[in-house]
């Protein structure tokens, strides 16, 4: 079994960086894609990143702004976010799962069905 704990949210202004964190029970980093996901009120959960073996993929929302990093030896994901904007408010999940973030083409593991462990989530408010 493996757990996910989340840390690093809070409120921030408009411009303005944060950066969230995922520490992962077990040594998975080599064989797990590790996503990022967002829930505001009323919305449906929706992927924002992914990365496994150094490649990351990005919704077109948090392109240039977002970035995904892995500290292997603590076994621990980053979602460094810059340039935040209030419409980034939002829970924010991780989750990972077994297998690659793509099979090819522009298609990446962005659905929260795909992903089977999750963190408890971390509230980012932006104003």
């Known amino acids: 079994h493996v757990q996910l704990v989340e840390s690093g949210g809070g409120s921030v202004q408009a411009g303005g960086s944060l950066r969230l964190s995922c520490a992962v029970s077990?040594?998975?980093?080599?064989?797990?894609?590790m996503g990022w996901f967002r829930q505001s009120p009323g919305k449906a959960r929706e992927g924002i990143a992914a990365?496994?073996?150094?490649?990351?993929f990005y919704r077109d929302s948090v392109k240039g702004r977002f970035t995904v990093s892995l500290d292997a030896a603590a076994n621990t994901f980053h979602l460094q976010m810059n340039s935040v904007k209030p419409e980034d408010t939002a829970m924010y999940y991780c989750?990972?799962?077994?297998?690659?973030?793509?099979?090819?083409?522009?298609?990446?593991?962005?659905?929260?069905?795909?992903?089977?462990?999750w963190g408890q989530g971390t509230q980012v408010t932006v104003s």
């Open positions: 077990r040594h998975t980093a080599s064989r797990a894609c």
């Open positions: 989750a990972l799962d077994f297998g690659p973030c793509t099979t090819g083409g522009a298609w990446w593991r962005s659905s929260a069905s795909l992903y089977h462990f």
């Open positions: 990365f496994r073996d150094g490649t990351a």
